[in-house]
């Protein structure tokens, strides 16, 4: 019997949590370790924050539903961990590419070991660094948003899974520089009044050796505001908060 233990019950942890309860939960032995009771929806923190919605609902408790998952929930946070990190920061910024952008999130020192979420090392900026007119240096890294953050937990799971079935490497990926990202913050919590900022980036690490002019797909890159981001926002908040709930078919969602 294997024995995971999954540090964080954010979007990436939670996700991880998910997968690898329902695929492996009953064969092995999952831990998740987190420092808070509950599960939390943080884009939706912002309506929170200015009234519009309760902390209850934004929230859960975990413990209930890693019961039904069959994972050991310890209440507790994690105070050190020992591995190399695995990025590389020593090539001129003109030298990276696109393909060198992490796949698997696996350490290459510690094949057990995977970062997952905002927890992962960037290997380096999406733009090129500068500075500004009085010298502070700006280095545009990665945008840490939740849709990348739950699509490494799922890959990451599955490559687990696959691995203590014998499989020599990870088996599964989700690149930042082969995926895209939304991102929407909306003014109101209410069906028909709000209107949100939506960004598209497609994709979100710049790959100029198949968008040369840009690095993106500019049909695919925009930002726009109005009334039907604020749907998408909506809608979002419902689905990902029944999705990460455990509610009957969760797992036929997209994450
Ligand atoms: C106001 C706001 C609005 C946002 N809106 C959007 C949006 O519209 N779309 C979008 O895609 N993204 C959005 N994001 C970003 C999104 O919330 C993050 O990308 C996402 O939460 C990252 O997930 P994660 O699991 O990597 O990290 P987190 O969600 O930060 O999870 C990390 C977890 O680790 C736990 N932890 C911390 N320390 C320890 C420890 N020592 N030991 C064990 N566990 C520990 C924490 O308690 C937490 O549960 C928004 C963020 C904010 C703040």
């Known amino acids: 019997m294997a024995r995971i233990v999954i540090l964080g019950a954010g979007i990436a942890g939670h996700t991880v949590a998910r ?3 329902k695929w492996i939960g009953k064969q092995h032995q999952v831990i998740v370790v987190s420092p808070r009771p509950t599960w939390n929806w943080v884009p939706s923190n912002i309506w929170v924050g200015v009234g519009e919605m309760t902390e209850p609902q934004v929230s859960f408790e975990l413990a209930p539903l890693y019961q039904k998952l069959n994972i050991d929930f310890r209440l507790a946070g994690a105070l050190s ?42 290997p380096h900026a ?6 500004s007119r009085n010298g502070t240096p700006i280095n545009p890294t990665a945008p840490r948003t939740g849709m990348p953050s739950a699509a490494m937990g799922k890959a990451v799971a599955a490559s687990i899974r696959d691995m203590l079935k014998g499989a020599p490497a990870p088996t599964h990926t989700a690149s930042m520089a082969e995926a895209g990202a939304v991102c929407v913050a909306s003014t109101g919590a209410h069906l028909f009044k709000g209107s949100a900022a939506s960004i598209t980036v497609f994709r979100v690490v710049p790959d100029r050796d198949t968008y040369p002019q840009y690095g993106r797909d500019i049909d695919l890159t925009f930002f726009e505001v109005g009334l039907a981001g604020h749907w998408m926002k909506f809608l979002l908040h419902h689905v990902f908060i029944y999705q990460a709930n455990l509610r009957p078919g969760w797992s036929l969602l997209p994450d």
Do not use: C
């Open 126 to 131: 999406i733009s090129k660094p500068m500075k």
């Open 19 to 21: 997968y690898l309860g």
């Open 81 to 122: 961990i020992h591995p190399e990190g695995d990025a590389e920061h020593a090539k001129p910024f003109e030298d990276w590419r696109a393909r060198d952008w992490p796949r698997t999130y696996q350490n290459p020192t510690y094949p057990n070991l995977f970062a997952v979420g905002i927890a992962f090392a960037p």
